[in-house]
């Protein structure tokens, strides 16, 4: 007999509303049915009613953690689409804040999955070194959390000679910390235990299934957008894509512990071979008729954004895919045959980030057509 | 005339109600003051305990209507009578516990076991998907470690040749301690790892691991209900420490420093806090286990250890 596990909207083990419904056979689980919608908050509309100016701060508001990679990839579409060059030292900084935000994400991350296997003080560890690069950030951008760094046409502010060598101290304090963790995670008994051989995506379910970023990669699929689809200043760096064969919630772990490594290889060469110059340039807020997409590497996979301009200051449509919601249909394969309490470190270690995903289509039960609402309807709903 | 009153007095005040209560509050205090410092925290005051059980005390209490049952009411009270009266039966001050000659050995183990069995009880009635599969969980964790803990205990009664604790204590006055007994050592290590099942701790919480089934077998509990429980687990905790140290550690063993006399129940304090410190530590450094692979830890490895000690105290 199997019965139903309800997890979410409210639950411990996410951090945002969503429904899973878990059918369960005793212990194992033997399907599993998504349910999105709770967060959505109407920005892709919200973006076609703002001037691209206005429009660069809702887009970072689409996550809270990987905002600069929101910002930046809304940045690359508008100037793609105007044609505007953007100068080389701004490409570099605008790789450097990249960098330190995927660190910033993957530390996040590595703390909350150690919380999901119950192991607390990995987790308020993991969570203590994080403080250094929101440091950094903060240093670097002046903000802790929504850097709004990428301006129109380059950057809001430069990284000035005396950042260097702070820069410079916090990223050795992190590569040492990074370097004894994943020590830690790979041979520590009870991590092993509950990390090897569980949630496996094979190779080729990850890509018949389209995942993305460090999902992908942990599964042996050799794709990051940063080299396959350079942008910013990647192609004048050289560094290494972190891939691992195993598909297991090991291999994830170990892929966003590399990539942190990688990050901070990266943020040195680009510290070193940044040149100098001007940082923005002049940018005229009405584009002409004209259509762009960028993809970027964003810490969770590839995010990409596509809009349509029409002449004036304002998109005519705005469309942003994020990387978690590319990553639901892998959720499947890791979950059925598992047990219970693989649920949330399994649900995790894609590192879901729902509200970046919320997606709402309204259909009608009966007849299976779908409509879509007016903006004055929309706003109707939840009164 | 005197006999129930003391009766009375021993389950009120000491080393019953008052004394166990106040005592394992702020043992559950400085368990979760030195886990935050392990965790580079800086944590709650010590006698956090003493405010979150008032505060639950003073709150609402809801029962779901699914859930209004008998069980689900009594369960609280059944768990929190059960190991106060197991209190009264270890040795905490000398070697005779307050209530004598009533019970051994083996009603200590049952008793020990009410709380855990009225939370699955609690669990089951509680009509939630939740406090079921935590209770399930509970009913598994149970048979795993309790083997391994029983066999230990009776390795111990096997040495002394009684199943009565105080001859325990008296037999350690005499002869030293169990810990240093090399034949009772696997015995020793088998139920430190019990008592980190029974306790629920890190990493045998399998049965209310938050992120999986939010707070297992006490999901629908609030208010004063709650707080039975809370202190039922605080107690609990006191209990098997108490416990552990009659079998290990020598008991209560008054002593004299500088001409001073400190009482029995002082060594008897120190020495649940180092056991409690011990299972403080295994939980800040371990990451919790699946069901599957808890129960074959105590089957395998502590289960062994535990047989490998009453057969080295047979045969030697």
Known sequence: MTFIIPVGPQHPALLEPEHFRFEVKGEEIVDVGIRLGYMHRGIERGLSERTYHQGLYLAERICGICSHSHNLCFAQTVERLAEVEVPDRAEYIRAIVAELERIHSHLLWAGVAAHEIGFITLFMLFWRDREHVQDLLELTTGNRCYYSMCALGGVRRDIRPEHLLKLKRGLKVLEKATKHYVDVATSDRTILARCENVGVLTKRDARDLCAVGPTARASGVDRDMRRDDPYASYPEIPFEVAVQPEGDVLARVVVRLREVLEAINIIREALKKMPTGPIRTKFKPEIPPNQATVRIEAPRGELLHFGISNGTNKPERWRARTPTYANFAALKPMFVGGSIAEIPIVLASIDPCMCCTDRVTLVEVATGKSRVLTMEELRRIPK | MTEPLSFLLAY???????????????????????????????????????????????????????????????????SFGAIVAVMLLLPVNSAEPALVLVADLIVIIYLLNIPAISLMLGGYSSASPFGALGASRYVLQLFGYEFAFIIAALSVAIRVGSLNLTDFVNYQALHGWFLLDWRLLPALIASVIAIQGKLLRVPFDIPEAEVEIVHGPLTEYSGPKLALMRIAYDIEILAVAGFMTALFLGGPTPFDIAGVHIPGVVSFLIKCLAIVLLTTTIRCVTARLRIDQAVKFFWTFAATLAIMSFVLVLVI
């Open chain 2, 12 to 78: 009120f005040v000491f080393p019953g109600l008052l004394f166990t209560g106040t005592m394992s509050l702020l043992f559950v205090g400085i368990d979760r003051k030195v886990a935050a410092h392990m965790q580079n925290r800086i944590g709650p005051p010590i006698w956090q305990e003493f405010f979150d059980v008032g505060k639950l005390l003073g709150k609402e209490d809801i029962t779901p209507a699914p859930a209004q049952s008998a069980v689900f009411t009594l369960a609280p009270l059944l």
